[in-house]
Nanobody, 125 residues
Framework: QVQLVESGGGSAQSGGSLTLSCAAS??????MVWFRQAPGRERTGVAA???????KYNYFVKDRFTISRDNAKNTLLLQMNSLKPEDTAMYYC?????????????????????WGQGTQVTVSS
């Protein structure tokens, strides 16, 4: 069992920055992903990190968001820069400890068994 707790959400102006954290109850050397879900929309993957530190990004955050991890603190991070109003959503951390590498469908919510409770990000124009 893995427990995940997100933090760091809040409000930002368009063009601003926020950093999200996901604290895990175990080591995090496996597939971990940040998702987001806006009201009335599907939950979709934002960025993923594999056990070897390699990363994947969805096209709508590429070059603006950076996923990273602090192994000493068992924490996954998401640095969000150049925020846009369309980034407004609940952001979730997800983990799949059975996989060292996220699959080609890493952006699909049904790939993951473990989820945090989410942290809200609101970006105003």
């Amino acid at each position: 069992q893995v427990q995940l707790v997100e933090s760091g959400g809040g409000s930002a102006q368009s063009g601003g920055s926020l950093t999200l954290s996901c604290a895990a109850s175990t080591h995090i050397s496996y597939c971990m992903v940040w998702f987001r879900q806006a009201p009335g929309r599907e939950r979709t993957g934002v960025a993923a990190m594999n056990s070897d530190g390699s990363t994947k990004y969805n096209y709508f955050v590429k070059d603006r968001f950076t996923i990273s991890r602090d192994n000493a603190k068992n924490t996954l991070l998401l640095q969000m820069n150049s925020l846009k109003p369309e980034d407004t959503a609940m952001y979730y951390c997800a983990a799949e400890p059975s996989k060292h590498y996220c699959t080609g469908f890493w952006f699909r919510a049904n790939e993951y068994d473990y989820w945090g409770q989410g942290t809200q990000v609101t970006v105003s124009s």
